[in-house]
T-cell receptor
Framework: QKEVEQNSGPLSVPEGAIASLNCTYS??????FFWYRQYSGKSPELIMS????GDKEDGRFTAQLNKASQYVSLLIRDSQPSDSATYLC????????????FGQGTELSVKP | ETGVTQTPRHLVMGMTNKKSLKCEQH?????MYWYKQSAKKPLELMFV???????ENNSVPSRFSPECPNSSHLFLHLHTLQPEDSALYLC????????????????FGAGSRLTVL
């Protein structure tokens, strides 16, 4: 079983809509969770980190963590064409020394 | 310069060549990483250094040889590569490895796009 799984997409949403990106992971003993955004031809950049169950909001972005169900999601409100990118979920597993394991990424396309 | 700087940005090499990728971070971080990114595949962790000591070698073929002379510099020496090694090689750094304090948050360089002919 893959350790971190994401739907590869592409996920297409109209401008102004809410984009919902999901990620599941294989190990209950996980400590920290991250969402990175990667524009085509660029390197990943950190959007959000979340460490405890519940929601964490930062501007138009909300990360949601449910450790019991082993999923973490990212909601993007009022999606803009500039949000079109690949979104990478990363998990640090307790038994792997804190290093980040990445999912394959979900490609998001926001249509004007 | 600030952040994580990688050179060269693009590299084309033959299978018999020897080349090196360089990474430098100006963030005062203690851990540095090499990741490989191939199309439609997850980022693959290759090597981890913490305080210039290697802590992770993720079963990487010996044709990739890392070097970390200090906490600010990381190299990836390449020799007798195969065409399937063509990929984007990303360097990253973090304050440390601890996952419960946010020390392991990664900052990536722009990457070195490698093409092996």
């Amino acid at each position: 079983q893959k350790e971190v799984e994401q739907n590869s997409g592409p996920l297409s949403v109209p401008e102004g809509a809410i984009a919902s990106l999901n990620c599941t992971y294989s190990d209950r003993v996980s400590q920290s969770f991250f969402w990175y955004r990667q524009y085509s031809g660029k390197s990943p950049e950190l959007i959000m980190s979340i460490y405890s169950n519940g929601d964490k909001e930062d501007g138009r972005f909300t990360a949601q963590l449910n450790k019991a169900s082993q999923y973490v999601s990212l909601l993007i409100r009022d999606s803009q064409p500039s949000d079109s990118a690949t979104y990478l979920c990363a998990v640090a597993f307790y038994n792997q020394g804190g290093k980040l394991i990445f999912g394959q990424g979900t490609e998001l396309s926001v249509k004007p | 310069e600030t952040g994580v700087t990688q050179t060269p940005r693009h590299l084309v090499m033959g299978m018999t060549n020897k080349k090196s990728l360089k990474c430098e971070q100006h963030l005062g971080h203690n851990a540095m990483y090499w990741y490989k990114q191939s199309a439609k595949k997850p980022l693959e962790l290759m090597f981890v250094y913490n305080f210039k000591e290697q802590t992770e070698n993720n079963s990487v073929p010996s044709r990739f040889s890392p070097e970390c002379p200090n906490s600010s510099h990381l190299f990836l020496h390449l020799h007798t590569l195969q065409p399937e090694d063509s990929a984007l090689y990303l360097c990253a750094s973090s304050l440390g490895l601890a996952s419960d304090s946010g020390a392991n948050v990664l900052t990536f360089g722009a990457g070195s796009r490698l093409t092996v002919l």
